[in-house]
C-alpha cells in the first residue's frame, strides 16, 4: 500500500511537470503567434503608407512637379524598401527631368527586386529606351532582350529592340572606318615622319661633307704653307708636288764629276769639238794636196 502511494506521488509530480511544460509551450506559442500578428500588421501598415505615397508621387508626376514626385516616392521606399512602384516610378521621374543615369539605376533595381514579370518587361523596355536616348544601342539591344524573355508578346518592344540592332550594327560600322581612317592617318603620319627624317638625315650629311671638305683645304693649305717654309717657293698642290717627286726619282741620276776629272759630258762634248776640227784640218789637207803641200796634224789632247 505504502509502495503503492509511493508511486503515485511520483507520478503526480511528474504530471505536474508536463502540465507545466505545456502551458510554457502554450504561453510561448502565443507569444509568436501575438508577435507575427503585431509584425504583419506593421508590414501592412507600412504599405498602406507606401502606397499612399506612391500616389501623391504619380500626381505630382502628372502636374510635371517633378521635384515633389521624387520627394514622395522616396518616402514610400523609405516605408517600404520592396516597393517596386515606388523604385519604378522614382525611375521615371529621374527620366522625365532627364537624369539618365539615376533613371537607369533605379529602373535595373525594380527589375532585380521585382518577381513580377510585368513588373519586370516594363522597367527592362524602358531601360532600353534610356540607352537608346545616350546612343549606347549595344547595352540598348541587351535591355529590349530582356524585356521580351519576360513579354515575348508586346510588339512595341520587339520594334524598338530590331532599332537597337540596326543602330548598333551602325555604330560597329562607324567604329571600323574611324579606326581604318586612324590607321591610315597614322600611316600617312609615320611616312611623313620618315621623309622628314630623311631629309634632315641628307641634310646633315650634307653639312658634315662641306665641314669635311672644310677641313681638307685647311689642311692643304696649312701643308702647303708648310712645304712653302722648307723649299722657299710656294707649293700650288700636293698632288702637284707627288707628281714631281714622282717625275724625279724616274730620271737617271747623272754622277757627279770628282774634283779634277771631266764629266762625261764635258768629254762628249770635247770630243765633238775635236771632230770638228779633225774635220776642219782634214779638208784644209785636201785642199793642200790639191796644191802640193804637206801639212802635219796635231792634236791637242
Not at 520587339?158 to 579606326?179: I, S, T, V
Not at 726619282?249 to 764629266?263: A, D, L, R, V
Request: charged residues 40%; proline residues 2%.
Amino acid at each position: 500500500m505504502i509502495e503503492k502511494a509511493k508511486k503515485l506521488v511520483i507520478f503526480g509530480d511528474f504530471g505536474l511537470f508536463v502540465m507545466k511544460k505545456i502551458v510554457l509551450l502554450m504561453v510561448t506559442l502565443c507569444s509568436v503567434f501575438s508577435f507575427a500578428q503585431d509584425n504583419d500588421e506593421q508590414i501592412q501598415k507600412a504599405k498602406r503608407i507606401a502606397n499612399n505615397f506612391v500616389y501623391e508621387g504619380n500626381e505630382d508626376l502628372k502636374s510635371e512637379d517633378y521635384i515633389e514626385a521624387e520627394m514622395a516616392y522616396r518616402k514610400a521606399i523609405s516605408e517600404e524598401q520592396s516597393n517596386i512602384s515606388g523604385i519604378y516610378n522614382l525611375g521615371t521621374s529621374y527620366f522625365k527631368k532627364g537624369n539618365y543615369d539615376e533613371a537607369l539605376f533605379r529602373l535595373e533595381e525594380a527589375a532585380v527586386k521585382s518577381t513580377d514579370k510585368a513588373e519586370k518587361h516594363k522597367a527592362y523596355h524602358n531601360m532600353g529606351n534610356i540607352l537608346m536616348q545616350n546612343k549606347k544601342c549595344k547595352e540598348a539591344v541587351e535591355a529590349y532582350k530582356n524585356a521580351l524573355r519576360n513579354d515575348p508578346t508586346d510588339e512595341e518592344t520587339r520594334y524598338n529592340f530590331g532599332l537597337a540592332k540596326e543602330c548598333e550594327e551602325q555604330q560597329k560600322q562607324d567604329n571600323q572606318n574611324n579606326e581604318d581612317d586612324n590607321q591610315e592617318q597614322n600611316k600617312d603620319q609615320n611616312q611623313d615622319n620618315k621623309d622628314e627624317n630623311k631629309d634632315q638625315k641628307d641634310q646633315d650629311n650634307q653639312d658634315q661633307n662641306k665641314e669635311d671638305d672644310g677641313d681638307k683645304k685647311d689642311q692643304d693649305q696649312k701643308d702647303g704653307d708648310q712645304d712653302e717654309k722648307e723649299d722657299g717657293k710656294p707649293k700650288d698642290d700636293k698632288q702637284d708636288q707627288g707628281q714631281g717627286d714622282k717625275d724625279k726619282k724616274e730620271q737617271p741620276q747623272q754622277p757627279k764629276p770628282q774634283q779634277g776629272q771631266m764629266s762625261p759630258q764635258q768629254i762628249k762634248n770635247l770630243l765633238e769639238a775635236m771632230n770638228n776640227q779633225e774635220q776642219k784640218v782634214q779638208e784644209k789637207m785636201n785642199a793642200e794636196k790639191t796644191k802640193g803641200v804637206q801639212i802635219q796634224t796635231d792634236k791637242d789632247w
